[in-house]
């Protein structure tokens, strides 16, 4: 028979890889939505007032053998040089069990973020573990699940002490021997908020000037200080002591908590984690007990489930933004989940004597290599050190820094005359003689004997991970074990799929992943010389230019690590807009209510005052509402936040004169960017009258969400904006502070949104937007008369989403959304977001990834729970005692004595759920307020504690 010809490539990603739906499926799906093709559908959906004129033109899609061959390329263009430059970046080898297991490993790395705890165990299991390694390591009680980097963990420590100081001072004290970066970023915190930042000498600290004080330790040139008089001094003024402390070294110094320190920050990179020009790296907090309630940021605890089984849930903080708004004391949002579960199994993989071992084995060499140094004569600080020297070489300073790169390696200029020099576990004997060989020096490392430049009084006395998890036998089967079976207690997009409502849990290909785990993305400092970096450069400036173009802007900045940073990093720049124009009093900040919590909670940050603005009966802007309180502030409108699409899942038609009355009053528009996937390649923010978009990269542009982090997102800004962007003292400086500790956030996973770009090209990326409003619809009108969808265009079409209303049921059946969500777990789904940005009801977003099977075994099993309530409601299943009450269902369950008026059948197999390859959710319901009631931030006791639980 004759070869029938095709009209794509056998690997064109954007038609059939990425793209759930064949196109003989969405013929179907478009009939059940009674559109005559997509292009009518979209037609219907978007407003035509809103369209953006011409087809996106990003370039031609390449298939996956193209990709990679180009990503090879480019790639080759990064020169991966030894750098012993630290500042706070560090070598380090990451275990390839670790590196398969997690890092490359989809059931790790698309897990969402662990709201639903029965179907999140073993990241939790994970994440506990990392805050017991964290807490152990500081001295310190209490440690947070991570933070975003290590400069921003050090501003948020500044917050937070003035939060928890009983200090009248309003003045904060900064080491002056902090890595730059970290007092950059305090700085561009602290200067919205009212708080002067003092950067000195510790041992010239005023205490009584101020509410709080940071140290770094060991200092960014190597100095091992005691500041255990200077935290006294602190306290006996109501003043807060934070040491932003080295993990690896606090293995062989004393701890920050022995010192008195209140609070200890820092980042877990050199765990196993690598530089990748700067990240993603997650950064720790630690804290005493007192001030728990007070600490940013996510944070596992211990509870139980409905039957006493241990169970594991974020405490206390969790979207605290979400709910306090304005009056969150932080904007966090994305954490660093999946590089957290790194650092920590890197630490269960060494336990703490191969840690210790690792630490000793740095300091011997940096020790060698100062002796070296001394022995030719040249001049060594500090005397006391443990990975970090400087070595004055007078005016010599540019030769020997261009004879270590010759020799491949790269030192840190210090002031003019001094270099810099930090080892690392990666650190080989040769590269040593190397540095010799840059200063001059013929010799081999080999010939000194080991001894220790850390005073006695600075050792380590305490004990530090002393539990079992630590002490497991670590033979690579039994942590590839481990690793499997926790990564077997959740629910990833490896198995089915995400529905969250503003989350867009899509695909993250394989093809697309595959380059962060290259050394020449994966092995780059972030201060290496521009010239070793000439192919990262190559791949931002054309991301760069692709995403100006999807979005309508005139310059881009790739620095905010997380979206809620896009948009703390937005209002920076609007606020630098308008102090540059003399017009420095505009503060006040009008927000609909159905915004996203992140966005007053940014607002807040920046030093503004937010007028929230009422939502109509469809839930748009209320626009006379909008219009009365823009007159209201005119003199002092700095400017508005708005979603778009609305967060309600609808195009807003009035969304170009809520900017235009912003713009007459003279305020600037913010558009948050999580929506971006219903407009990519249909509408731009920047044509509809926005100034500003964050753009959640970990949502539409493919990176994943690893469990709840790591996120990118950079801020689109038109021409007017772009002098105030935020700048970097490592990268040119510029007009503005920075917001993150690295020039280009992080940096590595830009690879992951860069190869999704060029995989789709234009036409595929516009196709993804299309397909994603298909499926979106496809679900609305399958559940029809089912479920209540509560906000629909003009046309009675939705966006990328629709929200279900779940409330009448509340009364009808006594069936919570929290029912639902737990139900669906037995169906083998996550559940859709739950109760926002409506308390009470399930906003879904399918995304434009999955087909049309999942589609409808979701639905499926959306209508069978539909039933089940119903059953309720006519009095045939028991109000109190029926599957949706008792959900989630566990394997444990089928072999308890059933005494439950439904069948295991109904009560295990529901509609959805798979018959041979069923997911069982690890644990039964978890119960919340047991675990706030009985707060246990560490790893327990090995043995099971149900009985405590009675």
């Known amino acids: 028979m004759a070869f029938e010809p095709t009209d794509y490539l056998p690997y064109d990603f954007a038609n059939r890889r990425h793209i759930g739906p064949s196109p003989e499926e969405m013929a179907e799906m478009l009939q059940t939505v009674?559109?005559?093709?997509?292009?009518?559908?979209?037609?219907?959906?978007?407003?035509?007032?809103?369209?953006?004129?011409?087809?996106?033109?990003?370039?031609?899609?390449?298939?996956?053998?193209?990709?990679?061959?180009?990503?090879?390329?480019?790639?080759?263009?990064?020169?991966?040089?030894?750098?012993?430059?630290?500042?706070?970046?560090?070598?380090?080898?990451?275990?390839?069990?670790?590196?398969?297991?997690?890092?490359?490993?989809?059931?790790?790395?698309?897990?969402?973020?662990?709201?639903?705890?029965?179907?999140?165990?073993?990241?939790?299991?994970?994440?506990?573990?990392?805050?017991?390694?964290?807490?152990?390591?500081?001295?310190?009680?209490?440690?947070?699940?991570?933070?975003?980097?290590?400069?921003?963990?050090?501003?948020?420590?500044?917050?937070?002490?003035?939060?928890?100081?009983?200090?009248?001072a309003t003045a904060f004290f900064v080491d002056r021997d902090c890595h730059p970066q970290n007092i950059a970023v305090m700085k561009t915190r602290a200067a919205p908020l009212g708080i002067e930042v003092i950067v000195g000498n510790p041992e010239k600290l005023d205490a009584e000037q101020v509410f709080g004080a940071i140290f770094q330790y060991p200092g960014t040139y190597g100095h091992v200080r005691d500041f255990t008089d200077q935290i006294t001094a602190l306290h006996e003024h109501k003043g807060i002591g934070i040491v932003t402390a080295d993990p690896l070294a606090l293995t062989l110094l004393k701890e920050p908590g022995a010192m008195g320190a209140d609070i200890a920050v820092g980042s877990t990179q050199r765990f196993g984690v690598p530089l990748g020009y700067g990240g993603p790296h997650a950064a720790y907090m630690a804290c005493r007990d007192a001030f728990k309630r007070s600490m940013p940021g996510r944070l596992v605890g211990v509870s139980v489930d409905s039957h006493g089984n241990r169970a594991y849930r974020l405490a206390l903080q969790t979207r605290e933004q979400h709910i306090r708004r304005e009056k969150a004391t932080s904007n966090v949002c994305t954490a660093q989940a999946l590089l957290a579960v790194m650092a920590s199994m890197y630490a269960v993989f060494h336990g703490p004597k191969g840690l210790k071992a690792i630490a000793q084995r740095i300091h011997r060499k940096t020790v060698r290599l100062a002796k070296g140094l001394e022995e030719a004569g040249f001049k060594v600080d500090p005397k006391a050190f443990f990975d970090t020297i400087t070595v004055d070489v007078g005016p010599l300073q540019a030769a020997v820094l261009k004879s270590a790169v010759d020799e491949r390696i790269n030192l840190r200029r210090v002031g003019e005359t001094r270099v810099g020099i930090t080892l690392d576990e990666a650190t080989r004997p040769e590269a040593v003689e190397?540095?010799?060989?840059?200063?001059?020096?013929?010799?081999?490392?080999?010939?000194?004997?080991?001894?220790?430049?850390?005073?006695?009084?600075?050792?380590?006395?305490?004990?530090?991970?002393?539990?079992?998890?630590?002490?497991?036998?670590?033979?690579?089967?039994?942590?590839?074990?481990?690793?499997?079976?926790?990564?077997?207690?959740?629910?990833?997009?490896?198995?089915?799929?995400?529905?969250?409502?503003?989350?867009?849990?899509?695909?993250?290909?394989?093809?697309?992943?595959?380059?962060?785990?290259?050394?020449?993305?994966?092995?780059?400092?972030?201060?290496?010389?521009?010239?070793?970096?000439?192919?990262?450069?190559?791949?931002?400036?054309?991301?760069?230019?692709?995403?100006?173009?999807?979005?309508?802007?005139?310059?881009?900045?790739?620095?905010?690590?997380?979206?809620?940073?896009?948009?703390?990093?937005?209002?920076?720049?609007?606020?630098?807009?308008?102090?540059?124009?003399?017009?420095?009093?505009?503060?006040?900040?009008?927000?609909?209510?159905?915004?996203?919590?992140?966005?007053?909670?940014?607002?807040?940050?920046?030093?503004?005052?937010?007028?929230?603005?009422?939502?109509?009966?469809?839930?748009?802007?209320?626009?006379?509402?909008?219009?009365?309180?823009?007159?209201?502030?005119?003199?002092?409108?700095?400017?508005?936040?708005?979603?778009?699409?609305?967060?309600?899942?609808?195009?807003?038609?009035?969304?170009?004169?809520?900017?235009?009355?912003?713009?007459?009053?003279?305020?600037?528009?913010?558009?948050?960017?999580?929506?971006?996937?219903?407009?990519?390649?249909?509408?731009?923010?920047?044509?509809?009258?926005?100034?500003?978009?964050?753009?959640?990269?970990?949502?539409?542009?493919?990176?994943?969400?690893?469990?709840?982090?790591?996120?990118?997102?950079?801020?689109?800004?038109?021409?007017?904006?772009?002098?105030?962007?935020?700048?970097?003292?490592?990268?040119?400086?510029?007009?503005?502070?920075?917001?993150?500790?690295?020039?280009?956030?992080?940096?590595?996973?830009?690879?992951i949104s860069w190869a999704y770009c060029l995989l789709m090209g234009g036409e595929g990326l516009t196709q993804a937007t299309r397909v994603a409003i298909l499926n979106a619809n496809y679900i609305a009108r399958r559940l029809e008369g089912a479920y209540d969808v509560l906000y629909k265009g003009p046309t009675g079409r939705v966006a990328h989403e629709c929200i279900i209303d779940t409330r009448p049921f509340s009364d009808s059946a006594g069936v919570s959304v929290d029912d639902i969500a737990k139900r669906l777990m037995d169906c083998g789904f996550h559940a859709p977001t739950m109760s926002w940005p409506v308390a009470g009801t399930l906003m879904v977003e399918p995304t434009e990834s999955e087909s049309k099977a999942e589609l409808d075994r979701f639905c499926d099993a959306m209508l069978a729970i539909r039933e089940e309530i119903r059953a309720i409601e006519e009095g045939r299943m028991d109000r109190e005692n029926n599957p949706l009450a008792n959900a989630p269902h566990t394997m444990e369950d089928l072999v308890r004595e059933w005494d439950r008026p439904y069948s295991r059948e109904q009560g295990c197999f529901p509609p959805g759920a798979f018959r041979v390859d069923k997911y069982w959710p690890p644990v039964n319901r978890v119960d919340n307020a047991w675990g706030d009631r009985h707060l246990i931030c560490t790893c327990p006791p090995m043995e099971d504690y149900a009985e405590a639980a009675e």
């Open 34 to 168: 009674g559109a005559a093709d997509l292009e009518a559908l979209i037609d219907e959906t978007v407003p035509a007032s809103i369209r953006q004129k011409a087809p996106l033109e990003t370039g031609r899609a390449m298939s996956e053998r193209e990709l990679l061959h180009h990503m090879r390329i480019t790639a080759s263009k990064n020169e991966v040089f030894t750098s012993l430059i630290g500042q706070g970046y560090h070598g380090t080898v990451t275990p390839p069990a670790i590196q398969r297991n997690i890092l490359e490993n989809p059931a790790w790395y698309t897990a969402y973020t662990p709201y639903q705890p029965e179907i999140s165990q073993g990241r939790l299991e994970a994440l506990l573990n990392y805050q017991t390694m964290v807490s152990d390591l500081t001295g310190l009680e209490i440690a947070n699940a991570s933070l975003l980097d290590e400069a921003t963990a050090c501003a948020e420590a500044m917050t937070m002490a003035q939060r928890v100081a009983k200090s009248k």
């Open 434 to 751: 190397r540095v010799w060989r840059a200063f001059g020096i013929t010799r081999k490392d080999d010939d000194f004997t080991p001894e220790y430049r850390v005073p006695e009084k600075m050792h380590r006395t305490s004990d530090y991970l002393t539990h079992p998890i630590f002490h497991m036998n670590r033979a690579e089967t039994e942590m590839m074990r481990y690793m499997r079976r926790l990564g077997d207690r959740d629910l990833a997009l490896d198995r089915a799929m995400i529905p969250l409502g503003s989350c867009t849990m899509k695909l993250n290909s394989a093809a697309e992943m595959m380059p962060i785990s290259w050394r020449e993305f994966a092995l780059l400092h972030p201060f290496a010389p521009a010239d070793q970096a000439e192919g990262y450069r190559e791949m931002i400036a054309d991301l760069s230019d692709k995403l100006c173009q999807i979005t309508g802007y005139d310059a881009l900045s790739m620095q905010p690590n997380s979206g809620a940073q896009g948009e703390y990093a937005g209002l920076l720049t609007i606020a630098a807009y308008h102090r540059a124009r003399g017009e420095g009093h505009r503060n006040v900040c009008l927000i609909p209510m159905s915004a996203h919590g992140t966005n007053p909670a940014s607002a807040q940050m920046v030093g503004w005052k937010v007028v929230a603005v009422k939502s109509d009966e469809r839930g748009d802007i209320d626009l006379e509402d909008f219009r009365a309180k823009a007159q209201q502030h005119a003199e002092a409108l700095a400017g508005c936040m708005i979603t778009y699409p609305s967060t309600h899942g609808v195009f807003e038609e009035t969304v170009m004169e809520v900017c235009e009355i912003t713009h007459r009053h003279g305020g600037q528009v913010y558009i948050d960017g999580a929506n971006m996937n219903a407009m990519v390649g249909l509408s731009r923010p920047g044509d509809l009258g926005g100034d500003v978009s964050h753009l959640n990269l970990h949502k539409t542009f493919a990176i994943p969400h690893g469990g709840g982090g790591p996120g990118m997102g950079p801020i689109g800004v038109k021409a007017h904006l772009a002098p105030h962007l935020p700048g970097h003292p490592e990268d040119g400086g510029g007009e503005e502070g920075p917001v993150s500790a690295a020039p280009y956030g992080s940096a590595s996973i830009l690879a």
